[in-house]
């Protein structure tokens, strides 16, 4: 039936397009902060990410990537652009400049700053919602993806509930 297979893969291109954001906001997070322990975390974050990435791929079609429907689950407008703290020029955080081709200031100029409880808390909510989004996409997918899409929805739910202890404990 053409409906259900319609389903499926639809279902695996939003499974796979939250990973493939995850990774990107990761990456992107990494570049944009200065601050060392928060950069470690978002590297952390991307690995994790681009290892589940790595496992659904195994058990998808080479083509699923190119399928991917990016679900806007990770607040992107944090990370993809970073601003001139001196006079306002903004810049794609992937092509960050060294000094402000406008004002002269030096890269630090544009650093963001997002607090470690800032990046907890959006591993937490990212979490969430990717472990219902990967359970939705299980309802719809064929048995051996999802096992896989199962397998990543628990993953979730643990970094999300781990990511709630640090942001805890950040606050007492
Ligand atoms: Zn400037």
Redesign the pocket.
Known sequence: MTSTGGKASEAVARAIGALVEGVTFYDLANIAVAEMRVKVAFEEFGRRKKGQLAKLEAVTARTAKDAAVLPGIYPMDVVSKVE??????AAETRAMPNV??????ARY?FEKEITLAKAWEIAANTGRKSAALFREAAAHADAGIRAVLEELAREEDGEAAQADRQLEELRT
């Open positions: 001139c703290y001196v006079c306002g020029y402000c081709p406008n004002c002269g200031a100029a």
